[in-house]
Every structure is written in C-alpha cells, then in structure tokens.
C-alpha cells in the first residue's frame, strides 16, 4: 500500500523523545563520539609522510619532531574542550559557542566551515579506506573512484534507511581498529628495542627510488608536512556537541570520555611516528600501482601479511567507512540548528519524520561524489582541503568560549579563559599556516567556498525577513466582493476521473466550464458525441445549468499553451471572480507505477501556478486505482 | 520571472513542424547520420587488436584477415540497409520493421536490443575519446573516469538545454577527422611502399614486452577479435532510420550517404589495419601509465607528435564525443515510438515541449554514468557487451525485411528477399559469434538486460489496458447524492495566504473548518487571541456562520499525522460528504527562491493524496511573492 513506500525506504517514523532513549557511558561513549577522531590517525601521518617524501630517508627523521608538535597542540585542544563541556552540556557545538558570545556572523563562519569540514570528511575517510583496501588487494587499484563511490553509494543508502545504531556496529570496529592497531606497535617498538633499532621487516615495503639530494631540508616543507598532519585531529570536537548523550554525572563522563580518546589518538599517533621511523618506511606515491598506505606498509614490516594483517586492514577500512558515516549524522543536524535562525531553508529544520533527513544527506553525498570525482579518489589530494574547516571551527569555538567566562565570570574565570585563550591561540596559529601551506595546492578553494556559504545564510535570512513581511495580516478577514467561483474541468476523454471531476466541479460551483484540447479531429469528434448522451443529457434532465463542451483546437498537438490562454480569457471575461482549475489525478496502488501517469497532472499544475495569479486555484481530485481486478477502489 | 526558469534551462520550446524545416542533402547527411557510424573506426579496429595482444608480434598478422570479413560483413549490410531505406521512406529503424513484419513481441526485442545500444554508445564514445585524449596529454593518466563522467556531464547538460544543431557542429568534426585520418593513412601506406614493407617510425612507440611465445595461435582468439572488431560496424543503421531528413528525391540521397559512408568507413578499417600491421603497432594496456591508443600511436609513427598529431586526436575526440551525442537524439526519440504503444509511460511520449526529452536525456545518462563507474571508464571493458544490441537489431530488422517482400511482392521480390535474407543471416552469424566469444567477459550482463527491458515493456503496456479498462466510464454522468464540500483550511498563522485560503473555502462552500496543530503552547495562545478578533469577529458582523479555530495537540512537534487523523475522523463524522482541503503555496518570483518554501505544503499534498481516498481533494491556493518590496504582487 502507498504508505509502505516511505516506511520500507526510509524506516518507520522516529518521535522526537526518541533520541533521549539510549544514554551511554565512557566506554560505548569513545566509539560514539571517538570513531571520527581515532580514525584520523589513519590518514593524518600518512599525509605528513608523504609531503616529506622528496626528502628521502632523511624526511624521516622529521616525523619525529613534526608529530610532537601536533601532539601538544591536542593536549592544548583537550583541556580547552574540556572547559567546554562543563559550560555547555546541553551541547556547545562550535556554531552555539560561535553565535551566542561573537555573534551571529561568526557562528555562521563557524557553521559554514563545519559543513565544509563534514563533507571533507565523507570524501576523506572514503577515500582512506579505500587506500588501505587497495594496499592489501592491489588488483583494486585501477578502480579507486569506483569503489569510493560505491561505499559513498552504500554508506548514503543505509542513511536514508535511517541507522538505529546500537553502539555495537560502532564499538567493535573501533575497538578493533584500536587494539589491533596497538598490538602491532607494542610489536614494533619492542622488535625496535630488541633490534637495537634497526629492526628487520617480515615482509619489505616499496621504497620509493629517490635520490636523497632531490630536495632540501627548508622549513616551508616541514611546515606543510605539519599542515598536513593537523588533519589527525579533526574530530576531537564531537564531544562538546554531545554531551547531552552521556548517562548522569553527564559532564563528568562526557570529559573523561574526551580524555580516553585524546590518549588513545596520542598513543597511535606518537607509536606510528616512532615504529615507521624505526623501519625507515616513507610514503608511496598514491598514482603508482605499487601504491600502499603507511599502516599497510607497517602492519605487514611488523607482523607479516598474515591473517592479522588481513584483520586489522579491515579495521582501519570500516572505521574510515564509519567515521564518513559520523559526517552523515551531524551534517544534516548541523543544517536544521542554521535552519531554525532562518539562515536555512526550513525544509531542514522539520524533525517530524525521519524522512526530512533525505534533503541533508542527498546534498552531502552529492557534494562528496564531487568532491570525489574532482580529485579521483585520492586521499593525499583532498588533504590540503581538509584541517581548514575544523581549524576555523576550533578557533572560534575557542575565541567564543573566552568571551563567555569573561562575560560570566567577573574574574573569576582567569584561569578557564586562559586555557580556553591558548587553545585559540594555538588553533589560530595552526589555522594560519595550514591556509599559507597548502594555499596553492588547494586550500584556495575553502576561501571560496566558506564565505560563500555565509552569503548563502545571510541571503536566506534576509529573504525569510521580507516573506515574513510580505505575508503579515494585521486585519481582518476581508469579507467583502465574494464571488461563487468559476470551475474549469479538462477533460482528455469521457471515463471515471472525468466523472468524478464533473461531480465534485457541481458540488462545489453552479458554474462550470468543460474544456477539451483538440489534437485528433477522431478522439474530439467522439468526445462530442459522448458528451452530449453521457453528460448534457443527465443536467438536462436534472433541471440543472447545461455544460457544453468547448473545444480549443491545437494542431501543433501541445497541450499547456492553449489551455493557458483559454484560461487567461476566462479571467478577462469575468474580472472579479475566483477561478478553479480541477486536474483529476490517479494514485497508483505500488508507488513503482507512479512514473506511468500523473505526468500531465503535474506539468499542467506547475504551468498553471507558474502563468496563474492570485485569482487562479488548482484543486487535486485523486482518483485511486484498486489493487485487484474487477472492483473499483473505494 | 518564472517563466524564463524553463526557457533559460531547457532553451524555448519547439513547435512540432519545426522537424521538417532542415532537409539535408548528401553532403551534410553524411555527418548528420554518419558520425556514429565514422567514429567506430577510432574504436573497433583497436579492440580487435588489444585481443590479438598476446600473440606479440605474431597477431599483427591476423588482423589483415579478420579486417577483410569485417569488410565484407559491412557490404553486405550496406546493400541490405539500401533496400530497408527504399521499402520504409518515412524512416524504418529496426523497432518499426521489426514490429510491421516479425509482430510486437519481435519490435520490442529489437527496441530493448538499440536501448541498450544506445547506453553503450554513449560510454564507449566517452571512454574512447578520453583514451585519445589521454594518450595526447598523459598525464591526465590517473583521471580518466574523472574526466569521462565530466565530459558525460557536459554533453547531456548541453542536451538538456537543447542543441539546435546547425549541421555544422557535426561537419566540420566529421570531415576533419575523416581528412586528417586520410592524410595520415595514405602517408603511412606512401612510406610503407618507399621503404619495401619496412617504414621507419617518425616518434617510436611503446611495444609490450611479451614473449611472442604466450600464447598459441587458436581459432578462439581469432574469433575473439573478430568479435570485438564487429563493435567497428555499430551506427550503420543511422541512415534507414532518417530517410524523411533528405532533400528530395530523398531515397535516392539517403542512399548515396549510405553508400559514401560505408565506403568512407571501409577505406579507414582497411587502411588503419594496413599501417599499423606494416609499422608493427600493437595495442597495450589500457591500465598502464604508458598507455596509447591505436590511433594515437599510428599519427605519431607515421607524422610524428607535430601539430597534425594534436589536430587529428583533436578530431578523434570531437567525433567520439559527438558520437555519444547522437544517442541522446535517438535514445529518447525510440522511447516515444515505444511509449506512444503503451510499452513505456507516456510521459515519454508527449513532445509538446523539449522539456519532455528532459526524461529520456536524464536516464540515459545516469545509465551510461553508472556503466562508465562500474568499467572505470575502460573502453576495452566495455566492448564485449557492446555491438550485440546492435547486431540483435540488425538481424531482427533484415528478418523483418524479408518478411516485408514476402508479403508485399507475390513473387517479384525474390531479389530482394535474397539480399535482406542473406544480410540477415550474415548479422545473426556474427551475433552468435559475438555472444559466445564474450559471454564470459560480459556479453553474459546482455542476455539478462534486453530481456529484462522487454518484460518492463509488457508490464508496463498490461498496466496500461488494466487502468484504461477500470477508469471506462461507458454510463452517464451520476448526478445522484451532490453534497456541498466540507472544506478544511490548516492554519499555521494568521497571515495573508490564510486570510486568502479562508476566502476561497467561504467562496465555494458554508461548511469551513479551521485547523491549527498545536506544537508550541506560545504560538498557539497567540493565534487563538488574533484568530478571535480578525476571524470569527467579521464572521459573526457579516452574518455567517461561526468558525471556531479547532487546535490538535502535538507534543511530539508532528505536523502530517495529527492533521492525517483529523481528516480521518472528519470522513467518519460526515459520510456522505466530500472533503476538500485548502493547501496554501507560495509562489516566488525566482526558481532558486522555491526550496525555501513550500516543502510543507508538497509534503502535506502527497499525504493527503496517499492516505486519503475519493472523497478528499486537494485545493492549492498560491499566493505571488512581489519581486519588489514594499507592494505585495497581485
């Protein structure tokens, strides 16, 4: 029946208290929240390294201070979310802390650029699961756009059906992604230790082929090495949004929740850094078919490409998958907070049904599969993108968060609004040398792209304003010069629909006009003589008005055009009455026989409301078509 | 105004005896109807090759041979196509001749056969153009699917729009690529008889390392090849199927184009087979880097990488990709011979504007989008399940030929029925040859698609008669148990598309009902107090009938359900009575303006129609946003 259709898409309807029901601890609160964050520590070294690449062996040994450096930046990062958790556990989303203490232009900078940053974050993790996928089957590697769009596909399908996640189909990638990751460099730095330092690999990586003096050491290379290993911290930011998710004492687990995975992310990002070092394992250029990740290159060193090997590939591959997935729950959140100050259209902001989602996730993964496509699947060319949306996020979050213990505290918050100042400090910081190092390779376009998405808000805003104004009514009814309206009936030929319209046309009006568009001298002539037994026969004999048919011919066989105009003389003729057009229209009963009519209904709807006035009205009569043969529907 | 949106995209509409305004003679027919045909030789002759590959240098021998019955295949099409062109004046593509001779069943075989042919068109024209394009600029390498589902998106944006092609567009590609691929190949035989056989390569070519021991010389590669190289031979049917384009005497110059065409198509086949065997040219792996096409590698043999070399791979990508374009004319125009017997929705059928094609354009492109991803926009991928819709067709429409004299010639067409019978069997020859030489690689997707399509064909005509039959209306019209409409008006504020809605209701019936859903207690206290003074107060003055404000509580914050089940109750309550629910719509000035509004109102549309039954109808009452501020549009 017509009302499965959306149920068996999109899943049943989910009411609002719904999202209350399920409060989590530390434990399913990491995955909940850490997914985005922890699966970072996939891309966010190897985009380093691969910067480092022209450098040789000897980039290596600049891994070492490069993450250490973006290791006290989280560290910053962690106590200035932490503050935030405390002050807003309702939730303090960057566009929150942004709008209600730098105002509302900078909350929409803030909200802009994390929408940026979500849509990034699709196009990335895809793109670096399908790296690691690639490393371990090679034969894949013609195919990367493909297959990025293929998961892009499946991942937007299972949101559109809605996930009614249980935490579990978060937690055990994570935490496999975690542990196995762990043990593969607890192995290597122990195997490192063992060595001496030099620890022979169990299965040898690609060593890129360069000459060591192809580049120098400058300090422009390693700042955009460290521009690109910023990206290992988007996502941190989750869990000042969702405090709101954590079981009572909320604050309390929501920071140590943060605590866990600021540690856990330190300890992957440090080990990597340490284990690849140790190994001498550079990155390879993501073109070349002998393309492998970093992690697959040290999984296998450390431990063999055996069935551990094949297990923690899949991890980091279903955590990246995931972590896009992440993107697909907050973009469309994010929208209907924009949409309810009226910067986006409402359509976003209705919550009634799971449904309304549909718009947020379809405008997220078409700008992913752009994205996608423009840069052909490769991690390594989105990066120089990624890290400006939530660096710009951090920053005014940061800024905002200042701002409130000034304007809360009198004093009393020197501390907070110290640490909270540093942290914008060293966000800002970072957020200028990321935009100075990648601006050519690509960071350009998000200079573009997020002011442009502010002018989209103020515009939107702005139009609300003067509809709002246009529409107020501070009278009252005007009853006066009220006309019985006019009713026009199409009629193509003489059947049931046709019958139905006449019927509800008289029910509702004593003056009605039939209206048929001559393309066939045959099918008119017949219609003539139908009308005349089948219609002004019965009013006739009812005593009622007679309705002739009139006939407006089109040789050239369109069939909107002169309708339009007939209609345009009608309002000529009668100056002040109300004019309704009746379209009869069938409903199927299997919503795939849809596309078999209603086709003329709708294009003749839209052409009237288009070429209409105020005076024009278009009435729907639905006209059901049963399930079984024989009986009509009721 | 809204008007241009349509215009401005889709380009001003056509009048339908715009058709018959270009009549065109040899010279422009050729590229009109020949392109597809032309454009196949930068295609077929090297997927015969990229077979022949691993019998190294040996292969090139065989491709002299296999080259010569394609050449005689394609004259024996070409005097079989002549009689179809002189029996069927007013166009007889293969739906036509195979539905008149063979019946409907046979029609829509050959229908679904050229569909598909179509979708195959367009991604193996993309997907070789950009083959050239890459061998011309290698770097592009990494991005070839980028740039085939760019250009894909290219050309069906222009078709969207409308190509009033001028003849010219399709000229001067067409004769440039068939001059300059002229020039190259009588350079190239030129050089071959100067040096005994052994031309020397002007730019060396990459030639595959493969032992020539690899494989043996076996009738299945050779019959493999010839199958792929058939794919050369695709698009001949063009010109039977636009006879009525010439000028007169039209069957006479449709007839010499074939005939030039052919030829033209011949002398290319068997001059690239005589070069590249002569400069020893193979094919080579299209997912290498090193990648080069046939053509490519045979332009710089024998001229060098100069500037012809970029003018005539300029031509080679022009003429594929305009190819490709010619499959967005015939795609949508064969589904509305198809539709117009009721095998597909009408909406394919009605050609009142160009905005219809909109539909037939949208599918074929998502069709071929999703063929160029799933081959990773490969040429070499997608040529086993290209050439049999085309050969399917081709026999079906000699079949159907044949028929044709039988019926109509008492004898005296014996001559004729030998030469359509001969080419007949000819086509189904190679068919069988094709469909068993690729099932594995994928010619196997083919039997399961074209007898899909012909099974949509059937349902959809059954559902056709089934709805026909129960909307038959043979009895006149019932003017028994006419009620006056109870008429709902959903109020949200008081503004003035209300105040517009509430006139209506009150224009065409006394019984009003005023619904509020109730989703904050604020605004609706507020509405109750404006709904009192500036509603039931003029009411009461005027003398009419009360209509209190009827609240239904939502704490859930749904809009669509409670209103659902008020109708509901609504029907119950008043059994006899139909109900008509007032739906008011804004219409803005600018189309980018509509997503702001109205998602409640289209949302509120489908429920209704959906849930409801006979009895409800759907009023909308649009209300024009000015385009200016201060007065309020009329």
Redesign the interface.
């Known amino acids: 029946m017509?009302?499965s259709l959306t149920d068996w898409l999109f899943g049943t309807?989910l009411?609002?208290?719904d999202e209350e029901d399920q409060k989590v601890g530390v434990f399913a609160g990491i995955p909940m929240l850490g997914l985005d964050a922890l699966s970072s520590a996939a891309y966010g070294p190897e985009s380093a390294l691969t910067i480092l690449l022209p450098l040789g062996m000897m980039g290596l040994n600049y891994i070492g201070p490069i993450s250490a450096v973006i290791l006290a930046l989280l560290l910053v990062l962690y106590f200035s979310y932490r503050q935030t958790i405390s002050a807003y556990p309702g939730g303090g989303g960057s566009y929150t802390v942004a709008s209600e203490n730098l105002g509302p232009k900078f909350g929409l900078l803030a909200g802009a650029a994390l929408l940026l940053d979500y849509v990034l974050n699709v196009a990335v993790g895809i793109a670096a699961g399908v790296g690691a996928l690639v490393s371990a089957v090679p034969a894949l590697h013609?195919?990367i756009?493909?297959v990025c769009?293929?998961i892009l596909g499946l991942v937007a399908f299972v949101n559109l059906r809605g996930t009614r996640e249980s935490g579990l189909a978060f937690a055990i990638p994570t935490y496999l992604f975690t542990v196995t990751l762990l043990v593969v460099l607890v192995i290597g730095i122990w195997k490192t230790i063992l060595s001496h330092g030099h620890p022979i690999p169990v299965t040898p990586f690609p060593t890129p082929s360069l000459s060591p003096s192809a580049a120098t050491v400058g300090m422009w290379i390693l700042l955009r090495a460290f521009a690109s290993g910023c990206t290992a911290m988007t996502g941190v930011e989750a869990v000042s949004n969702g405090v709101s998710a954590f079981t009572a004492p909320a604050v309390r687990n929501a920071q140590k929740t943060l605590g866990a995975i600021v540690a856990i992310l330190g300890v992957l990002l440090a080990g990597i850094a340490y284990v690849a070092h140790a190994y001498g394992i550079m990155a390879t250029d993501p073109?070349s078919?002998s393309y492998q990740s970093i992690l697959s290159m040290l999984i296998s060193a450390v431990c063999g490409r055996g069935i551990f090997y094949y297990i923690t590939i899949g991890g980091v591959l279903s955590v990246l998958c995931l972590s896009a997935n992440t993107s697909f729950a907050d973009f469309p959140r994010l929208c209907r907070l924009i949409a309810r100050d009226d910067y986006l259209?409402?359509?976003f902001e209705?919550?009634?049904?799971r449904l309304v989602y549909t718009l947020g996730i379809s405008i997220l993964t078409l700008f992913s599969a752009l994205l996608l496509?423009?840069f052909?699947g490769?991690t390594d060319r989105l990066i120089p993108l990624f890290a400006i949306g939530a660096f710009l996020a951090f920053t005014l979050s940061q800024a905002g968060m200042v701002i409130h213990w000034k304007r809360n505290g009198e004093g009393r918050h020197r501390g907070h609004m110290f640490i909270n100042g540093l942290g914008a400090i060293a966000t800002a910081v970072a957020l200028v040398i990321i935009l100075v190092a990648k601006f050519a390779e690509g960071a350009w376009i998000t200079t573009l792209i997020v002011p442009a998405f502010v002018l989209v808000f103020l515009k939107?805003r702005t139009?609300?304003g003067?509809?709002a104004n246009?529409?107020?009514?501070a009278?009252?009814?005007?009853?006066s010069a009220?006309?019985?309206?006019i009713v026009v009936v199409p009629v193509k030929c003489?059947?049931?629909?046709?019958?139905?319209g006449?019927?509800?046309a008289?029910?509702?009006?004593s003056q009605v006009h039939a209206v048929h568009i001559g393309t066939d001298a045959e099918i008119t002539a017949n219609l003539r003589t139908n009308w005349d037994?089948?219609?002004r026969?019965?009013?006739k004999a009812?005593g009622?008005n007679d309705i002739p048919l009139e006939v407006v011919e089109s040789p050239?066989?369109?069939?909107?055009?002169p309708f339009i105009n007939y209609i345009s003389v009608l309002k000529r003729n009668n100056p002040d009455q109300?004019i309704?057009v009746i379209v009869p229209?069938?409903?199927e009963t299997h919503w795939y026989?849809y596309?078999?009519?209603n086709?003329?209904a709708a294009w003749l709807?839209a052409a009237l409301?288009?070429?209409?006035?105020?005076r024009?009205?278009?009435?729907?009569?639905?006209?059901?078509?049963?399930p079984d043969?024989g009986t009509?529907?009721?």
């Open positions: 017509p009302r309807p009411a609002s208290q013609p195919h756009l493909g769009l293929l073109d078919p259209p409402h359509a209705n919550r009634g049904r496509i423009v052909g490769i939107v139009h609300y003067y509809v246009e529409t107020k009514c009278r009252p009814l005007d009853l009220m006309h019985e309206p003489w059947d049931t629909t046709t019958e139905k006449l019927r509800f008289l029910q509702m009006s037994t089948y219609v026969g019965p009013l009812d009622r050239y066989r369109r069939l909107f055009n109300p309704a229209e069938l409903i026989q596309p078999l009519h086709q003329r709807k409301l288009l070429h209409g006035d105020r024009v009205v278009v009435i729907s009569v639905p006209w059901y078509v049963s043969t009509s529907g009721k």
